[in-house]
Nanobody
């Protein structure tokens, strides 16, 4: 059974860099043909896709966030790390790590981690 667990700071100040980690169990992040995504949800914006890291290592970002987002992986730990620079209160949201297959369906979700940007 594939499980995803997000972790993060909870509260972060404006202009700082947000760092979130997704720990994957039950599957290898390097196994074909998985796409590991970060998605966030807020009352104001709804669901917003941020980026994915494919099993091959390739990465794709939401153009609206590309300049601030960076998604990396540590295959030895089976973890993915999302960094988002220069955060503002608009980045406050619940951040989810999800898995998708080549069909694009998000079939496994983590529980999500709440991030609040506030001074």
């Amino acid at each position: 059974q594939v499980q995803l667990q997000e972790s993060g700071p909870g509260l972060i100040k404006p202009s700082q860099t947000l760092s979130l980690t997704c720990t994957v169990s039950g599957a290898s992040i390097a196994a074909a043909t998985n796409f590991w995504n970060w998605i966030r949800q807020s009352p104001e914006k709804g669901l917003e896709w941020i980026a994915y890291k494919a099993w091959s290592g390739s990465t794709l970002y939401n153009p609206a966030l590309r300049s601030r987002a960076s998604l990396s992986r540590d295959s030895s730990k089976n973890q993915l790390t999302l960094q988002l620079t220069s955060v503002t209160p608009e980045d406050s949201a619940v951040y989810y790590c999800t898995r998708a297959g080549v069909g694009g369906e998000f079939d496994v979700w983590g529980q999500g981690t709440q991030v609040t940007v506030s001074s």
